[in-house]
């Protein structure tokens, strides 16, 4: 009688550690490459899926009023359209306004330039020679700085061009889409898979939404504080700064910087640059305490401290774009995380759930002998 065990019944083969975990670095490092790669096709792809997953729920009411697929996906591409276009045609009237009185903001810049590099001079004794020297050598470093800001602004461009043509067909195909997610899985996790779409879908619309109020709060309390201290075009710098807010950590620094630069080149004495840091300096309390964990963060359960790294690393892989899409994508990583027995402990690494206290405090306890006596 054959002894031997078929493969079905034979024990799987336990390799070590450091084998598994070199083998899942180098997974890591090649899928890091390819999306590095081809950031060009993903970004706006990952753009799509975003504003489709937000646009669906206008689509599907239009649906459910008997409009046909197509029409009601164009008639929603269309209402999102409109509401972009006014955004940019307040920012461009606000604009024309700034243009016509930018010469006299820039004579009024080089006097208050003059006179800052013969205060640096008097105090620090650094001769306005080596100071003009030190500017050329940071205007000269900056040129590739600025060419690839124009690169980024032209990337931009092609994604207004290309995006509502992902987001029509995603839309169109999204039944084709959903359902070879449920094929792909086994049967027996339909159910498992269907809660993991739909909150995701959630998690991602509602984070999308509680970004839109907070950039509507900001800017009204941005662009009020400034025409309150009667700094000039407020409306525009204030919704500006509201937009910057969005871009983690660097963004709020430049929100405070131009208004301030604005009052300095068009107030005399320091009083109002004073003002306006300390208004900002309100808001964002108001902001990191009050708005984002009521209106963001109860949307997407990220702890700060993986925020701030998966930030640092999105900004790393695709610049800003990364730093706008790295908090929905690890938002839907913790929503699949959950729903797997084997990454539980990663879901809840990468949530805010704080326990009372640590397992190897618990189980301590649980071991203590106490001996008689």
């Given at each position: 009688?054959?002894n031997?065990?078929?493969?079905?019944?034979m024990?799987?083969?336990?390799?070590p550690?450091?084998?598994?975990s070199t083998?899942i670095?180098?997974?890591?490092?090649l899928?890091?490459y390819i999306?590095?790669?081809l950031?060009?096709?993903?970004v706006p792809?990952?753009?799509?899926?975003?504003?489709?997953?937000?646009?669906?729920p206008?689509?599907?009411?239009?649906e459910?009023?008997?409009v046909?697929k197509?029409l009601?996906?164009?008639?929603?591409l269309l209402?999102?359209?409109?509401v972009?276009a006014?955004?940019?045609?307040?920012?461009?009237?606000?604009?024309i306004?700034?243009a016509?009185?930018?010469p006299?903001?820039?004579?009024?810049?080089?006097a208050?330039s003059?006179?800052a590099?013969?205060?640096v001079a008097?105090?620090?004794g650094?001769?306005?020679q080596k100071q003009?020297?030190?500017i050329?050598?940071?205007?000269d470093?900056s040129?590739?700085?600025l060419g690839?800001?124009?690169?980024?602004?032209?990337?931009?461009f092609g994604?207004?061009?290309?995006?509502?043509?992902?987001?029509f067909?995603?839309?169109?195909y999204k039944t084709?889409?959903?359902n070879?997610?449920?094929?792909?899985?086994?049967?027996?996790?339909?159910k498992r898979v269907?809660?993991?779409?739909?909150?995701?879908?959630?998690?991602?619309q509602?984070?999308?939404?509680g970004l839109?109020?907070?950039?509507?709060?900001?800017?009204a309390?941005?662009?009020?504080?400034?025409?309150?201290?009667?700094v000039k075009?407020?409306?525009?710098?204030?919704v500006?700064?509201?937009i910057?807010?969005?871009?983690?950590y660097?963004g709020?620094i430049?929100a405070?910087?131009l208004?301030?630069l604005?009052?300095?080149?068009?107030?005399d004495?320091y009083?109002?640059?004073?003002?306006v840091i300390?208004?900002?300096l309100?808001?964002?309390?108001?902001?990191?305490?009050?708005l984002?964990p009521?209106?963001?963060?109860s949307?997407?359960q990220?702890n700060a401290?993986?925020?701030i790294?998966?930030v640092?690393?999105?900004n790393?892989?695709w610049?800003?774009?990364?730093?706008f899409?790295?908090i929905p994508?690890?938002?839907?990583l913790?929503?699949?995380?959950?729903?797997?027995?084997?990454l539980?402990?990663?879901g809840?690494l990468l949530?805010?759930t704080i326990?009372?206290?640590?397992?190897g405090?618990i189980w301590g306890?649980?071991?203590k002998v106490v001996?008689?006596?």
């Open positions: 009688m054959d031997t065990l078929s493969p079905a019944f024990p799987a083969k336990e390799y550690f450091y084998l598994k083998v670095m180098f997974g890591l490092i899928l890091v999306f590095s790669q950031a060009d096709v993903f792809i990952a753009y799509s899926l975003f504003i489709a997953i937000l646009l669906n206008v689509s599907n009411w239009l459910m009023k008997r046909p197509v009601a996906i164009s008639i929603t209402l999102a359209s409109i972009i006014g955004l940019f045609y307040f920012l461009s009237t606000q604009i306004q700034f016509d009185s930018l006299v903001l820039k004579q009024k810049f080089a208050i003059v006179d590099k013969d205060w008097t105090t620090f650094y001769s306005i003009n020297q030190l050329k050598e940071a205007m470093n040129h590739s700085l690839s800001t124009l690169g980024s602004v032209i990337g931009v994604l207004i061009l290309i995006i509502p043509v992902y987001v067909l995603i839309l169109y084709l889409l959903l070879f997610f449920y094929e792909v899985f086994s049967e027996e996790n339909s269907a809660d993991v779409l739909h909150e995701t879908k959630a998690a991602i509602s984070y999308i939404i839109l109020i907070e950039m509507i709060i900001v800017a309390l941005n662009s009020l504080a400034l025409i309150l201290l009667g075009y407020g409306i525009l710098i204030g500006i700064g509201a910057l807010n969005l871009v983690p660097l709020g430049i405070i910087a208004p301030v604005m009052a300095t080149v068009t107030k004495g009083t109002t640059q004073l003002g300390a208004a900002y309100v808001i964002q309390f108001i902001d990191n305490n009050i984002v009521r209106i963001v963060s949307k997407v990220i401290l993986i925020s790294i998966v640092l690393l999105g790393m892989l610049g800003l774009s990364g730093m899409l790295s994508f690890i938002a839907v913790k929503i699949i995380f959950d729903r797997i027995d084997g539980k402990p990663w809840k949530g805010d326990p009372t206290r640590h397992k405090e306890r649980r071991k001996l008689p006596g």
